[in-house]
């Protein structure tokens, strides 16, 4: 059975290893049974992004993306092992473009499907798309605070940064917090 307690303390006892191999692992123990997580978080409905521990050194989220939910670019400034234990999540690499303050350019993606887990670095600028027509479950976890400013967001015309606005890089999350 997931204990989100458990997991925590696991996940936190892994930050102390030099490389991202151990918090990897602990998160794909963690999806390894998506029934039993799901019992523990609840069966996902709806979009939803839920806090499961948020501190100076580790942040949890469980992310429930909605049919065809997407985000703009944007970056965490920590690393981040995401773990999907339903559906599909599409993400989309950008890099800062050469001699164009600002601006950035995409350079590559990765789709991962349930019970896959990977692991993003400090610098990665990402875009993310549930490409299924049903909602799709993934735990990330951040080594550091997710919610600490200096994060950037990435407009979808002509990608250009601008200060991280949660309402505006994934805009069915706001929706969903406000009953939409």
């Known amino acids: 059975m997931f204990d989100v307690d458990r997991f925590v303390a696991d996940c936190r006892a892994a930050l102390r290893e030099t490389s991202a191999a151990a918090l990897q692992e602990v998160v794909a123990r963690a999806i390894s049974d998506p029934t039993a997580l799901m019992k523990a978080l609840g069966e996902p409905d709806g979009p939803m992004s839920t806090v499961l521990y948020r501190g100076d050194d580790l942040t949890v989220l469980n992310l429930v993306w909605a049919p065809h939910h997407w985000t703009l670019p944007h970056n965490h400034n920590t690393r981040a092992v995401i773990g999907m234990y339903g559906g599909r999540e599409n993400n989309i690499f950008w ?5 164009e303050p600002g601006r950035v350019e995409a350079a590559g993606a990765k789709d991962l499907g349930t019970g896959d887990v990977t692991v993003l670095g400090r610098d990665i600028i990402h875009s993310v798309i549930n490409p299924l027509g049903k909602c799709s479950g993934a735990i990330h976890v951040y080594d550091g605070n997710f919610f600490a400013p ?20 994934s805009p069915m999350f706001e929706g969903a917090r406000r009953g939409r």
């Open 150 to 169: 200096g994060r950037s967001q990435w407009d979808a015309e002509h990608l250009c940064e601008a200060p991280y606005d949660p309402a505006t890089v």
């Open 95 to 99: 890099r800062r473009k050469p001699n």
